[in-house]
T-cell receptor, first 113, second 112 residues
Framework: GAVVSQHPSWVICKSGTSVKIECRSLDFQATTMFWYRQFPKQSLMLMATSNEGSKATYEQGVEKDKFLINHASLTLSTLTVTSAHPEDSSFYIC?????????FGPGTRLTVT | KNEVEQSPQNLTAQEGEFITINCSYSVGISALHWLQQHPGGGIVSLFMLSSGKKKHGRLIATINIQEKHSSLHITASHPRDSAVYICAVSPHYGGSQGNLIFGKGTKLSVKP
């Protein structure tokens, strides 16, 4: 089946720094990718919809200037957490639509110290 | 009230048992997904269905659109089935297929 990869799988950074997370569709093209966040013992929450060649659509309550999304190609979307703070520590997951199915990446665990 | 409700929240079973996880939703949907999340966090899509029943190996998923209810069954359960099982729906109003509404998940532990 289709594969979506994420890099890095985990990252620890200091408060105030920025972190970039990559999401790639490995064997299909995805005009739309999605970014989710999951806090411990909670459901996944959609943060934003990433559209190739256009601006991302953010969900209510998600700061677009803090969570920068770039979908530069049909196989790559990036999420940059700018000026990270400990409360941004979470599990970030991307997904992509392909062949009328939705495929999830393995996730990136971000810890901000 | 959550738009997607799962039951039970936690489930412990003995190896070999037949397992059922239920999902009820309150919105009109275009599709329902069953996902599996292992302790490391990665998510695997098990099924996407909009009607009827699907089977893959020991896993069976059914959906009743009229009753807004879906079930995930695991036959001959095994310790490696231990994971969190998440029900998610694609609402009609969502527009994009990715605008999923997730249930809180069912944590399954299968004991040898």
């Amino acid at each position: 089946g289709a594969v979506v990869s994420q890099h890095p799988s985990w990252v620890i950074c200091k408060s105030g720094t920025s972190v970039k997370i990559e999401c790639r569709s490995l064997d299909f093209q995805a005009t739309t990718m999605f970014w989710y966040r999951q806090f411990p013992k909670q459901s996944l929450m959609l943060m934003a919809t990433s559209n190739e060649g256009s601006k991302a659509t953010y969900e209510q309550g998600v700061e677009k200037d803090k969570f920068l999304i770039n979908h530069a190609s049909l196989t790559l979307s990036t999420l940059t957490v700018t000026s990270a703070h400990p409360e941004d520590s979470s599990f970030y997951i991307c997904s992509a639509n392909g062949n009328y199915e939705q495929y999830f990446g393995p996730g990136t665990r971000l810890t901000v110290t | 009230k959550n738009e997607v409700e799962q039951s039970p929240q936690n489930l412990t079973a003995q190896e070999g048992e037949f397992i059922t996880i239920n999902c009820s939703y309150s919105v009109g949907i275009s599709a329902l997904h069953w996902l599996q999340q292992h302790p490391g966090g990665g998510i695997v899509s098990l099924f996407m269905l909009s009607s009827g029943k699907k089977k893959h190996g020991r896993l069976i998923a059914t959906i009743n659109i009229q009753e807004k209810h879906s079930s995930l069954h695991i036959t001959a359960s095994h310790p490696r089935d231990s994971a969190v099982y998440i029900c998610a729906v694609s609402p009609h109003y969502g527009g994009s297929q990715g605008n999923l509404i997730f249930g809180k998940g069912t944590k399954l532990s299968v004991k040898p």
